[in-house]
């Protein structure tokens, strides 16, 4: 954490059981000196965020725990950021089928992730064959 200025650092999460674990993974120097934000993902958090236009979004190891009947929610939730002036970092597996693998995983199909980011006024683009690199920007 020694790249960006104070309060440049933003950790958004459903689970504020997920954002204590990465506060206590925090040095106390780290977080007196760079005064990271770590806050359960809300429309007020999103609008906070987004007020503070951020330059880069990266979603890991997300996208792949996402039903298939809530990924309008996610890149609704997302394209608060996007709009702001934000490029998407998108870390998941893409295939021709949304197919799940396990209890709480799916590998959903790029054409299926690019429709609902278009449906929310946002461009998917690969930036690896396979869909496992993906970036988000304003259509």
Do not use: N
Not at 6 to 19: F, K, N, S, T
Not at 92 to 120: I, M, Q
């Amino acid at each position: 954490m020694t790249f960006l200025e104070a309060e440049h650092y933003i950790g958004l999460d459903i689970d504020d059981r997920i954002l204590a674990v990465g506060r206590e993974q925090l040095a106390d120097d780290i977080v007196a000196t760079k005064r990271p934000t770590l806050e359960v993902i809300s429309e007020q958090s999103l609008k906070r965020v987004a007020a503070r236009q951020p330059r880069w979004v990266c979603s890991k190891g997300v996208l792949q725990h996402v039903p298939p009947e809530e990924l309008d929610d996610y890149f609704g939730s997302l394209a608060h950021l996007i709009h702001a002036g934000a490029t998407g970092l998108l870390f998941s597996k893409a295939g021709r089928e949304c197919e799940r693998t396990s209890p709480k995983t799916w590998v959903h199909s790029f054409d299926r992730l690019h429709a609902a980011a278009g449906g929310h006024g946002m461009r998917l683009g690969r930036l690896k064959k396979r869909g496992t690199f993906m970036e988000l920007r304003a259509a």
